[in-house]
C-alpha cells in the first residue's frame, strides 16, 4: 500500500471495486447495526428515525440487549429486524448495503475491512481503530473497494466548527503558533472487583476476539472497556479525539490564513502524566500532557477528568492563539477574542450535528463522494491519539515519520504502533 496515494482528504471516491448495489436516489438504503447498547444504542435509534433507511439486522455479543433496540425499530418501521451474534452474517447478505459499527474500538478494524471487501459502507464510531496499523488498513480497505466509510467525530459536521474556522482563516489572529485542546469533565472511578462468569446471554469470547484471553470481569465490560489497553485508548481516544482534532482544525485554518500549508502528520511527540487521582482498576492516566509538534507550531493537550473546573470557560473545548487574538471553541459555540483579551465575536450557539452527520454519510453514499468525516480525517486524528498514547507509554519523546509511517529509531515505540492478535481473529489483508 502506497499511504499518500490513500491519503485523500477531499472530493470524489477515488477508483476502486464497484458498488455492490447502485443506490439511486429514491432507493432506501439497507443498514445492519453492530452493537445496540450505549453510543450504539444511540446510532439505531437515529438511523431508525430516518425515512429513507431500513434496519435489516442489529448485531450484538450480548442477546440481552437486542430487546429495547429491536422494539424501537418495529415501532419506527413496522416490522423487526433480524438479530444476530456474529456480524459475518449480514455481510453475506446482498441485501444489506452499509454496517454501522458502535463497538468498542477493538471491534472497530476487522468488521470494517471486511465490510468494504464485501462491497458495504461503514459508519464506525470513533476513534477509528485501537491502534494505527489498524486505521492504515481501514483507510486502503475503503479506498480499494470504493466504499463510503464515515468516522463519528460529529464535529466534522457542526456549523459552529465551520463558522470558527472561517474566522481565523481570515487573518484576524495574525501569526498563530499554538493551539490548545483539553478535556477536564469529572469522570467515575473503575472499582476493583472479582472476576466472575459471564453472565448468560453474553457470548464474552466474541467479545474479546482479536484481545487477549482474560476472565470476565464486569468492570472491563460494558461502558468501561475504555479504560483498559486490550480494548481502548483511555479518554485521550474517548473524548479527547474531538477536542484535539477541534485544535488540528483550528491551526489549520489559521496556517492557510498565513499562506502556509499544514502537514498532515507531526514531525514529534511527549507526552508526561499518570494515574495521579483514582486508586482504581483502569489502566490509561486520569491526568495527562500531550504536545503534539508541527513545522513552526505546537498542538498541546491537558486532561484532567477528576477536576471538572474549566480552561477559558470551557470544561472541554479547544483554543487557537496568535499575536493579535485568540478562538476558544467549545462544542456548542465560539468566541474570539483580541491581543487584550477583549470578546470581539461570539458564533451562533450550536451542538455538534449528530443527525446531520448522519445526513451526510447518507448523502455521501447516494453521491458517491468522500463524507466530511471520511475514514482518511478519521484516521489522522484518531492517529494523533494513539501517537500520543505511545508516547505516555514510553516516556519519550518520540520523533514520526510521516512518509514512512513509524518512529524514528525506536523500535519499542513501533511495537506499540500495532497489536498481536488473538487466533482465529487476524488483520485481514488489504
Known amino acids: 500500500m ?9 472530493g470524489a471516491l477515488p477508483a476502486g471495486a464497484a458498488a ?6 429514491n432507493d432506501k438504503i439497507v443498514l445492519a447495526c453492530m452493537g445496540c447498547r450505549g453510543r450504539a444504542g444511540h446510532l439505531v435509534k437515529g438511523f431508525a428515525d430516518r425515512a429513507d433507511l431500513e434496519i435489516a439486522a442489529l448485531i450484538d455479543v450480548d442477546a440481552r440487549q437486542f430487546a429495547a433496540s429491536v422494539k424501537y425499530v418495529e415501532e419506527k418501521k413496522g416490522r423487526a429486524p433480524r438479530t444476530l451474534g ?6 453475506e447478505d446482498p441485501a444489506i448495503d452499509a454496517l454501522v459499527v458502535g463497538t468498542p474500538e477493538h471491534w472497530h478494524a476487522i468488521p470494517t475491512i471486511l465490510a468494504c471487501q464485501a462491497g458495504k459502507h461503514v459508519y464506525v464510531e470513533k476513534p477509528l481503530a485501537h491502534n494505527h496499523r489498524e486505521g492504515e488498513a481501514m483507510l486502503a480497505a475503503a479506498r480499494q473497494h470504493q466504499r463510503t466509510v464515515q468516522v463519528g467525530i460529529q464535529s466534522r459536521s ?6 470558527a474556522c472561517a474566522y481565523i482563516r481570515s487573518g484576524a489572529l495574525g501569526k498563530v503558533t499554538f493551539a490548545r485542546a483539553w478535556e477536564s ?12 462468569d459471564p453472565p448468560a446471554g453474553v457470548d464474552y469470547d466474541f467479545w474479546l476476539g482479536p484481545a487477549p484471553k482474560r476472565p470476565f470481569n464486569p468492570m472491563r465490560f460494558h461502558g468501561n472497556w475504555r479504560w483498559f489497553f486490550d480494548y481502548g485508548s483511555g479518554d485521550l481516544g474517548n473524548d479527547g479525539v474531538h477536542r484535539v482534532d477541534y485544535a488540528r482544525r483550528g491551526l489549520e485554518a489559521a496556517m492557510a490564513a498565513m499562506g502556509r500549508p499544514f502537514p498532515v502528520w507531526p514531525s514529534a511527540v511527549s507526552a508526561s502524566g499518570g494515574k495521579l487521582y483514582f486508586d482504581d ?8 500532557l500531550v504536545t503534539w509538534e508541527y513545522p513552526g507550531a505546537l498542538l498541546h493537550y491537558e486532561m484532567r477528568i477528576w477536576s471538572p473546573h474549566a480552561i477559558e470557560g470551557e470544561e472541554e473545548g479547544a483554543a487557537i492563539y496568535g499575536d493579535n487574538g485568540y478562538v476558544v471553541i467549545g462544542n456548542r459555540a465560539w468566541r474570539a477574542y483580541d491581543a487584550q483579551g477583549k470578546k470581539l465575536e461570539v458564533g451562533s450557539p450550536q451542538r455538534e450535528d449528530d443527525p446531520g452527520h448522519k445526513q451526510d454519510w447518507v448523502d455521501a453514499i447516494r453521491n458517491q463522494r468522500l463524507p466530511v468525516c471520511d475514514v482518511a480525517i478519521g484516521h489522522v486524528a484518531s492517529s494523533l491519539i494513539h501517537l500520543g498514547n505511545i508516547a505516555w507509554r514510553t516516556g519519550r519523546r518520540l520523533r514520526w515519520d510521516g512518509d514512512r509511517q513509524r518512529f524514528v529509531d525506536d523500535e519499542a515505540a513501533n511495537e ?15
Open 2 to 10: 502506497r499511504r499518500r496515494t490513500f491519503l485523500s482528504l477531499a
Open 20 to 25: 455492490s448495489r447502485r443506490i439511486g436516489a
Open 86 to 91: 456474529d456480524f459475518r452474517r449480514a455481510l
Open 158 to 163: 457542526g456549523p459552529h466548527l465551520a463558522e
Open 185 to 196: 469533565s469529572r469522570q467515575r472511578p473503575v472499582p476493583r472487583v472479582p472476576d466472575e
Open 281 to 288: 482498576a483502569q489502566e490509561w492516566p486520569d491526568t495527562l
Open 416 to 430: 506499540l504502533l500495532g497489536r498481536t492478535y488473538r487466533k482465529p481473529w487476524t488483520l485481514p489483508e488489504v
